[in-house]
């Protein structure tokens, strides 16, 4: 053993805390890392707060080193970024990023860290597993060279894609959220931006995000005849009512999923998790990304902050938490 780490464990469903954790050495191939910073994923892991994983998808939504089975106790989260203190020559002293739960040192195989570029600062380096969901939503999406495309709903996962989608030639893309205070992340981001009432309609494509069935009945709405809308948001155990008697059947409108615990079927073929994961992180180098980080807190305030983000009462993207001190 090398001693101990500190570790948020979800206690019970709207409780959590910051619990002690034996930390072994590092074996061969392993890794030690010191954790500097991690990210909250706003949408899921409120869900995982408030107990709302159902129970038909407790094995299919376990993060990659969960301790602990839903509902409560356990250990979540998978966006963080530290600085491997013991481990190969390669990577000792080098920034990592690791889908590790919230945790200010921890113990893994050496091929589950992958090294954050000297041109992504550490703190923007959260964001690569929100990232890799959007790369994995338009490997989906497919979308083509002067496309008109609509993202709904503008928390992290829609912003992400909606950065991407500003990089493809002649896309116009539009941001959609109820949230006036969103535009401003649009612009900085090089989007355009719209309250759902006033979106521009006759997409070709709409990628949805919003976790809503208002949301995801606007998107249809705003899909011209053959459009597809990409099913990105997670509803729990939520059930969502759609209105589909109108132009969705005569407009031979699709309703796709995706989700990125596996590698989309168009690039399955040639791409891994590690393939996708290392994009995402070179994606990063882009600092319009910097407006998808809106707020900071201690690793000790923790507990506290994922009540207030469930709550409503901390409006957030993506929140920081800094383990400095532990």
Same mark, same amino acid.
């Given at each position: 053993m090398t001693g101990e780490a500190r570790a948020f464990w979800l206690r019970t469903p709207g409780e959590g805390e910051i619990r002690s954790v034996p930390l072994a050495a590092p074996g061969p191939g392993e890794v @030690? %890392? /010191?954790s500097r910073y991690s990210g909250v994923s706003r949408g899921t892991e409120t869900l995982v707060f408030a107990g709302r994983v159902p129970a038909d998808q407790h094995a299919a939504m376990r993060a990659p080193f969960q301790e602990g089975d839903f509902p409560a106790p356990v250990k979540y989260g998978y966006l963080n970024v =530290? +600085? +491997?203190e013991r481990g190969p020559d390669e990577l000792r002293g080098r920034t990592v990023f690791c889908l590790h739960p919230h945790q200010s040192a921890y113990v893994v195989p050496a091929g589950a860290v992958v $090294? %954050? $570029?000297d041109a992504v600062p550490p703190a923007r380096a959260v964001l690569a597993g929100t990232v890799e969901t959007a790369v994995?939503? @338009?490997?989906d999406a497919a979308p083509l060279v002067g496309d008109r495309v609509s993202v709904v709903g503008g928390g992290m996962v829609g912003c992400c894609v909606a950065a991407l989608l500003a990089r493809f030639p002649g896309v116009r893309v539009e941001l959609v959220d109820t949230d006036p205070a969103r535009?401003?992340?649009a612009a900085a981001l090089g989007v355009g931006f719209a309250p759902p009432e006033e979106a521009a309609g006759g /997409? *070709? @494509?709409v990628v949805h995000a919003s976790? !809503?069935? *208002? =949301?995801l009945q606007r998107s249809l709405e705003l899909l011209r005849p053959e459009g597809t809308v990409v099913e990105l948001s997670w509803y729990g155990d939520r !059930? %969502?009512?759609l209105a589909l008697g109108g132009a969705f059947h005569s407009g031979r409108l699709t309703v796709r999923g995706s989700q990125v615990g596996a590698v989309a079927p168009a690039r399955r073929g040639s791409r891994d998790f590690a393939d996708r994961l290392g994009l995402a992180l070179e994606l990063l180098t882009d600092p319009a990304f910097d407006a998808l980080l809106t707020g900071e807190s201690r690793f000790a305030e923790l507990p506290d902050v994922l009540a207030r983000l469930t709550a409503g009462s901390l409006p957030a993207l993506c929140h920081l938490i800094t383990y400095e001190g532990e």
């Open positions: @030690l %890392v /010191r =530290g +600085v +491997v $090294p %954050v $570029p994995n939503a @338009l490997w535009a401003a992340v /997409r *070709d @494509l976790a !809503t069935a *208002d =949301g !059930t %969502v009512a």
